[in-house]
């Protein structure tokens, strides 16, 4: 099937962005949406576009400034969409960039011939243009993002290295005289410098060619010039399937793949062999493992578009943690309970997929658990790296050795030390710290020396050449040769990698001064990425530019690695061996003081946390403490191994909205149970409530409504007025709220209507708008009041205030179920695609299916049954992976309908016998209102008939209704 262009929407009015949505989804266009250029800017680093239709006015952003950015590095259609008239202000849009500019109101007939007449322009001058890609040899060149991969690793050339390159691609064959090279590239002025061409020429092959002197790609003309060989015909680069690219979740490698075509090659047949399913690439620590299994993972993905999910479990210890961990890598949710390898399973299926567990050793223990995946998943394969190796049936050991050493032996000339795979790896990292070190006669055996004292691995070989800038290789030597002897000692005690690597890390550490020698045991304690501001937390009396400069010398030597995220957000991150002799180097004195700062660090940074989740879009919270979260878990533990009561409290109080945000809903659960036992009498009774709430939430999302109700309720115990009056409001909100899901609808609106005034005595706006919402529902549902319609329509308005997106959409949804039950169909159709609109970016998921089966309810009763089919389906399945079982019930409630609808009754009694039975085993009945509302679209001869069998299981009943041939529960097929 041809995928449907993907259309950019930026438009900052709502009306207006919701009728050009409407109008392209119409014409099956599949559609992005932003409302800021901040937004946009991201999605169009992200997706893959093929245009863009902007306003001409953004609020706080230049749109014609943003065009002319996007314009500089892409042809990437641009439709301006504006309400000026003037001939002069279009004609300014036009020169800045756009293609087309179309003047509101239009008409939408015009609107999408100016939409197609771009794309087809576009698609025409894509055709024309000129291969992205071109072969040569080992080498692959890519003109569009300018860059040159030899045997698949990045080159890094210089602007004038590249500009030589592409014209002696441009002319390959033929001879180029120095003269013409030198104008070409250097101007006119440079035409008889030849001496300086030639040093480019020299630095240029020894990037490109294997052996520099020995050229095979840059033939010297003598006295002429220079003529490039070997060029291969063009070829397209494999264009991978943009639903595979969803998967790609690989690593930069760590170690550039130097001499390992032999590895490479060989592992690529093993990979290819069908009964090769499971292979576990083992070595030393620090020879380039992850490299190796990235690397093929990016050829498997790039040319047979095979989908790729890349699991990191340097930060995990506990086997029983690996089953979420690779579901989570996967974008499948925690659930909240221990089936996450089942819905693994499920998800895979018979996908043809590639999973990378990276660093297995320490997770030995869930083995059986990758055997398990495997038997369920018949097109699955896994690539394992690891030390040691798992032991289960069919594992393929793939043995990694050290990079190829020159022979001392033999005292190899010059022309042999260079071919070394571990000297190139040598020389390429010392030139990247100083580009006038060169291999030379004189100092090739003392780096051939240095690399055989380091065994040929990676890590410790970049380690040392990082000190090429400050030390020659004659006394870099002499400094190694000191730790020899702690080098190659076999200790009990100590690991095969800290065997190989103790001592490059120990010699690093000895050139740090005595200040940067205490930060680097300091950043020891983050179990994972940090911040600045994180590692300058650790000593608050101290500089922060000194701890800064501190950090970055840290980074260029190598022992410390720095990103910056899409937020601009700056990250640092160390090695796990780095990170283990560090922690041996911190005193046990100074790492109690200094958790102790990490753990009121954490306190402060989720109070302010706690606030963002309360008022607007936290997607940045959550991004950035998804990362911090092994830390998090490692100060959590230790804060409560040492009963720091209050902090470990104060913590909690705010990190549930974190778990409850993420889906982490088991564990949340155990680490506020874990703090119970930390003298609760000493701890304010304001943080006590504020967990108790937490606790309440979790629980009644894993549909626990009695525990939900007891953690509620010690909010409520007398006397009341010991309690603060925003937790007894909220601990009342909640208590309504379960009430409501369960059907007690009095007393759901008797706990509601209790905490409205108490909300709004302590203007809690978000408070209040929870509380109205959930009234409304239990009056409309209960009663069929339509005065429920206010207290919607004023809920929604307090999260319109607060700029809560996630609250505008949920609300928008439950005034659309609304008017749903009052039959006002078309108006419900707006408000549940608005709903949508709004929560799909967020990515809040469940809110967003809910939406989708009133929608599809709504088509339902509108006589569009494809459509309805097709929400009802898509929301199902959604709300059964998040873990929404009422939201499943009432989904599976809209199918059992369409199939009477459709002149299949059995399947429609079975449906309905399966709704009704996971209602009764979680205590939710179907509101009474809503019943009303389907039994309207159904003839009035039709009932529905109770069936005596039910599902084996939750699974088995959502495998039903998603099966379009299953007519009975008691069927054994369909288990998705």
Same mark, same amino acid.
């Given at each position: 099937?041809?995928?449907?262009?993907?259309?950019?929407?930026?438009?900052?009015?709502?009306?207006?962005?919701?009728?050009?949505? #409407?109008?392209?989804?119409?014409?099956?266009?599949?559609?992005?949406?932003?409302?800021?250029?901040?937004?946009?800017?991201?999605?169009?680093?992200?997706?893959?576009?093929?245009?863009?239709?902007?306003?001409?006015?953004?609020?706080?952003?230049?749109?014609?400034?943003?065009?002319?950015?996007?314009?500089?590095?892409?042809?990437?259609?641009?439709?301006?969409?504006?309400?000026?008239?003037?001939?002069?202000?279009?004609?300014?849009?036009?020169?800045?960039?756009?293609?087309?500019?179309?003047?509101?109101?239009? /008409?939408?007939?015009?609107?999408?011939?100016?939409?197609?007449?771009?794309?087809?322009?576009?698609?025409?001058?894509?055709?024309?243009?000129?291969?992205?890609?071109?072969?040569?040899?080992?080498?692959?060149?890519?003109?569009?993002?300018?860059?040159?991969?030899?045997?698949?690793?990045?080159?890094?050339?210089?602007?004038?290295?590249?500009?030589?390159?592409?014209?002696?691609?441009?002319?390959?064959?033929?001879?180029?005289?120095?003269?013409?090279? &030198?104008?070409?590239?250097?101007?006119?002025?440079?035409?008889?410098? #030849?001496?300086?061409?030639?040093?480019?020429?020299?630095?240029?092959?020894?990037?490109?060619?294997?052996?520099?002197?020995?050229?095979?790609?840059?033939?010297?003309?003598?006295?002429?010039?220079?003529?490039?060989?070997?060029?291969?015909?063009?070829?397209?680069?494999?264009?991978?399937?943009?639903?595979?690219?969803? /998967?790609?979740?690989?690593?930069?490698?760590?170690?550039?793949?130097?001499?390992?075509?032999?590895?490479?090659?060989?592992?690529?047949?093993?990979?290819?062999?069908?009964?090769?399913?499971?292979?576990?690439?083992?070595?030393?620590?620090?020879?380039?493992?992850?490299?190796?299994?990235?690397?093929?993972?990016?050829?498997?993905?790039?040319?047979?578009?095979?989908?790729?999910?890349?699991?990191?479990?340097?930060?995990?210890?506990?086997?029983?943690?690996?089953?979420?961990?690779?579901?989570?890598?996967?974008?499948?949710?925690?659930?909240? *309970?221990?089936?996450?390898?089942?819905?693994?399973?499920?998800?895979?299926?018979?996908?043809?997929?590639?999973?990378?567990?990276?660093?297995?050793?320490?997770?030995?223990?869930?083995?059986?658990?990758?055997?398990?995946?495997?038997?369920?998943?018949?097109?699955?394969?896994?690539?394992?790296? @690891?030390?040691?190796?798992?032991?289960?049936?069919?594992?393929?050991?793939?043995?990694?050795?050290?990079?190829?050493?020159?022979?001392?032996?033999?005292?190899?000339?010059?022309?042999?030390?260079?071919?070394?795979?571990?000297?190139?790896?040598?020389?390429?990292?010392?030139?990247?710290?100083?580009?006038?070190?060169?291999?030379?006669?004189?100092?090739?055996?003392?780096?051939?020396?240095?690399?055989?004292?380091?065994?040929?691995?990676?890590?410790?070989?970049?380690?040392?050449?990082?000190?090429?800038?400050?030390?020659?290789?004659?006394?870099?030597?002499?400094?190694?040769?000191?730790? &020899?002897?702690?080098?190659? /000692?076999?200790?009990?005690?100590?690991?095969?990698?800290?065997?190989?690597?103790?001592?490059?890390?120990?010699?690093?550490?000895?050139?740090?001064?005595?200040?940067?020698?205490?930060?680097?045991?300091?950043?020891?304690?983050? *179990?994972?990425?940090?911040?600045?501001?994180?590692?300058?937390?650790?000593?608050?009396?101290?500089?922060?530019?000194?701890?800064?400069?501190?950090?970055?010398?840290?980074?260029?030597? @190598?022992?410390?690695?720095?990103?910056?995220? @899409?937020?601009?957000?700056?990250?640092?991150?160390?090695?796990?061996?780095?990170?283990?002799?560090?922690?041996?180097?911190?005193?046990?004195?100074?790492?109690?003081?200094?958790?102790?700062?990490?753990?009121?660090?954490?306190?402060?940074?989720?109070?302010?946390?706690?606030?963002?989740?309360?008022?607007?879009?936290?997607?940045?919270?959550?991004?950035?403490?998804?990362?911090?979260?092994?830390?998090?878990?490692?100060?959590?533990?230790?804060?409560?191994?040492?009963?720091?009561?209050?902090?470990?409290?104060?913590?909690?109080?705010?990190?549930?909205?974190?778990?409850?945000?993420?889906?982490?809903?088991?564990?949340?659960?155990?680490?506020?149970?874990?703090?119970?036992?930390?003298?609760?009498?000493?701890?304010?009774?304001?943080?006590?409530?504020?967990?108790?709430?937490?606790?309440?939430?979790?629980?009644?999302?894993?549909?626990?409504?009695?525990?939900?109700?007891?953690?509620?309720?010690?909010?409520?115990?007398?006397?009341?007025?010991?309690?603060?009056?925003?937790?007894?409001?909220?601990?009342?909100?909640?208590?309504?709220?379960?009430?409501?899901?369960?059907?007690?609808?009095?007393?759901?609106?008797?706990?509601?209507?209790?905490?409205?005034?108490?909300?709004?005595?302590?203007?809690?706006?978000?408070?209040?708008?929870?509380?109205?919402?959930?009234?409304?529902?239990?009056?409309?549902?209960? /009663?069929?009041?339509?005065?429920?319609?206010?207290?919607?329509?004023?809920?929604?308005?307090?999260?319109?205030?607060?700029?809560?997106?996630?609250?505008?959409?949920?609300?928008?949804?439950?005034?659309?179920?609304?008017?749903?039950?009052?039959?006002?169909?078309?108006?419900?159709?707006?408000?549940?695609?608005?709903?949508?609109?709004?929560?799909?970016?967020?990515?809040?998921?469940?809110?967003?299916?809910?939406?989708?089966?009133? &929608?599809?309810?709504?088509?339902?009763?509108?006589?569009?049954?494809?459509?309805?089919?097709?929400?009802?389906?898509?929301?199902?399945?959604?709300?059964?992976?998040?873990?929404?079982?009422?939201?499943?019930?009432?989904?599976?409630?809209? &199918?059992?309908?369409?199939?009477?609808?459709?002149?299949?009754?059995?399947?429609?009694?079975?449906?309905?016998?399966?709704?009704?039975?996971?209602?009764?085993?979680?205590?939710?009945?179907?509101?009474?209102?809503?019943?009303?509302?389907?039994?309207?679209?159904?003839?009035?001869?039709?009932?529905?008939?109770?069936?005596?069998?039910?599902?084996?299981?939750?699974?088995?009943?959502?495998?039903?209704?998603?099966?379009?041939?299953?007519?009975?529960?008691?069927?054994?097929?369909?288990?998705?």
């Amino acid at each position: 099937m041809t995928q449907q262009p993907t259309i950019l929407v930026i438009q900052p009015d709502r009306a207006l962005q919701a009728l050009i949505v #409407r109008v392209l989804k119409t014409a099956s266009f599949q559609v992005l949406r932003s409302d800021s250029i901040q937004a946009a800017q991201l999605l169009v680093e992200q997706e893959a576009l093929d245009l863009v239709v902007i306003d001409q006015w953004i609020p706080d952003h230049d749109a014609l400034e943003f065009c002319r950015n996007l314009r500089e590095h892409s042809n990437l259609p641009l439709l301006m969409v504006g309400a000026s008239s003037d001939a002069y202000m279009r004609g300014i849009a036009l020169d800045q960039g756009i293609d087309d500019y179309v003047i509101t109101p239009f /008409h939408e007939s015009e609107f999408l011939a100016r939409v197609r007449a771009l794309l087809r322009r576009s698609q025409q001058a894509t055709q024309q243009q000129q291969p992205q890609y071109t072969e040569c040899g080992v080498l692959l060149i890519n003109w569009q993002d300018q860059q040159v991969r030899k045997y698949g690793e990045l080159v890094h050339l210089t602007k004038t290295e590249w500009a030589l390159l592409k014209l002696f691609v441009q002319y390959h064959g033929q001879v180029l005289t120095h003269r013409m090279l &030198l104008q070409q590239v250097w101007g006119k002025s440079y035409s008889e410098d #030849r001496a300086y061409l030639h040093a480019y020429i020299r630095r240029l092959r020894a990037k490109l060619e294997d052996d520099p002197t020995k050229p095979q790609l840059i033939h010297s003309e003598s006295g002429i010039g220079y003529r490039f060989m070997r060029i291969e015909a063009p070829s397209q680069a494999p264009q991978a399937n943009p639903t595979s690219l969803a /998967h790609l979740r690989l690593p930069y490698p760590i170690a550039a793949l130097i001499g390992r075509q032999h590895e490479l090659t060989a592992l690529q047949e093993l990979l290819s062999k069908p009964e090769a399913r499971l292979i576990t690439i083992t070595g030393m620590g620090g020879s380039g493992k992850t490299s190796m299994a990235s690397y093929i993972a990016q050829q498997l993905h790039q040319t047979q578009q095979i989908p790729v999910v890349f699991v990191a479990l340097d930060t995990i210890n506990d086997p029983n943690m690996v089953a979420a961990s690779l579901a989570r890598a996967a974008g499948l949710r925690d659930h909240g *309970d221990d089936q996450s390898l089942e819905r693994l399973q499920d998800w895979i299926s018979n996908q043809t997929m590639l999973f990378i567990l990276d660093n297995f050793e320490q997770v030995l223990g869930a083995a059986p658990q990758v055997s398990q995946l495997l038997q369920h998943c018949p097109n699955l394969k896994i690539v394992v790296t @690891s030390r040691i190796v798992l032991g289960v049936y069919a594992e393929y050991e793939f043995v990694l050795p050290p990079l190829g050493l020159p022979d001392l032996q033999q005292s190899p000339p010059l022309e042999q030390i260079a071919a070394s795979p571990a000297v190139q790896l040598f020389v390429q990292r010392a030139q990247a710290v100083d580009s006038q070190f060169r291999l030379t006669a004189e100092n090739a055996p003392i780096v051939a020396e240095i690399c055989v004292r380091l065994d040929g691995l990676a890590l410790a070989i970049e380690l040392a050449a990082v000190h090429s800038k400050f030390y020659p290789p004659k006394v870099m030597l002499q400094r190694l040769n000191q730790r &020899l002897d702690f080098l190659y /000692h076999n200790s009990p005690d100590r690991t095969q990698r800290q065997h190989s690597l103790r001592g490059a890390i120990d010699w690093s550490y000895e050139l740090l001064g005595s200040y940067e020698q205490t930060i680097f045991q300091g950043i020891s304690l983050f *179990d994972g990425s940090f911040t600045r501001e994180a590692a300058q937390a650790l000593w608050p009396n101290d500089e922060p530019s000194r701890i800064e400069r501190v950090l970055q010398h840290l980074v260029n030597a @190598s022992l410390l690695q720095r990103e910056t995220s @899409s937020d601009g957000l700056s990250w640092f991150a160390m090695l796990d061996t780095i990170r283990e002799y560090s922690l041996s180097k911190l005193p046990k004195g100074e790492a109690h003081w200094l958790q102790q700062q990490l753990l009121d660090y954490y306190v402060e940074l989720m109070q302010q946390a706690e606030q963002a989740f309360l008022v607007s879009n936290h997607t940045g919270w959550i991004k950035r403490l998804e990362r911090e979260l092994p830390t998090i878990r490692s100060i959590l533990a230790w804060g409560i191994q040492q009963e720091y009561s209050l902090a470990v409290w104060q913590l909690c109080a705010s990190f549930w909205r974190f778990w409850h945000e993420q889906g982490h809903i088991s564990e949340g659960r155990e680490w506020l149970a874990k703090i119970q036992h930390l003298q609760p009498s000493t701890i304010p009774l304001a943080i006590r409530d504020k967990v108790r709430l937490g606790a309440g939430v979790l629980a009644f999302i894993q549909d626990d409504y009695a525990a939900a109700n007891q953690a509620f309720g010690e909010v409520l115990v007398e006397p009341r007025a010991e309690h603060q009056p925003k937790a007894i409001a909220h601990a009342l909100t909640n208590i309504g709220m379960v009430a409501y899901w369960q059907g007690r609808y009095d007393e759901a609106i008797q706990a509601l209507e209790e905490s409205l005034p108490l909300l709004k005595m302590l203007d809690d706006r978000y408070g209040m708008a929870s509380s109205l919402r959930h009234l409304g529902m239990s009056q409309l549902v209960h /009663h069929g009041s339509r005065s429920a319609l206010a207290l919607l329509a004023e809920s929604l308005s307090f999260y319109q205030e607060l700029g809560s997106k996630s609250g505008i959409g949920t609300a928008m949804g439950f005034y659309g179920r609304a008017l749903l039950i009052y039959g006002d169909d078309h108006e419900a159709q707006q408000w549940l695609e608005q709903s949508i609109a709004m929560l799909e970016p967020l990515g809040n998921w469940p809110a967003m299916a809910r939406s989708q089966t009133f &929608l599809g309810r709504v088509a339902l009763a509108q006589r569009r049954y494809a459509d309805a089919q097709q929400l009802l389906s898509q929301s199902l399945a959604t709300l059964y992976r998040v873990g929404d079982r009422e939201g499943v019930a009432a989904s599976i409630e809209g &199918l059992a309908v369409w199939s009477a609808l459709n002149q299949q009754p059995d399947r429609a009694h079975a449906l309905w016998s399966g709704a009704h039975w996971l209602r009764e085993v979680i205590g939710a009945p179907i509101p009474p209102a809503d019943y009303q509302a389907l039994r309207r679209m159904l003839p009035q001869s039709f009932s529905f008939i109770q069936q005596a069998q039910t599902p084996k299981s939750l699974r088995h009943l959502v495998g039903c209704a998603l099966a379009s041939d299953c007519n009975s529960l008691g069927c054994d097929e369909h288990e998705q």
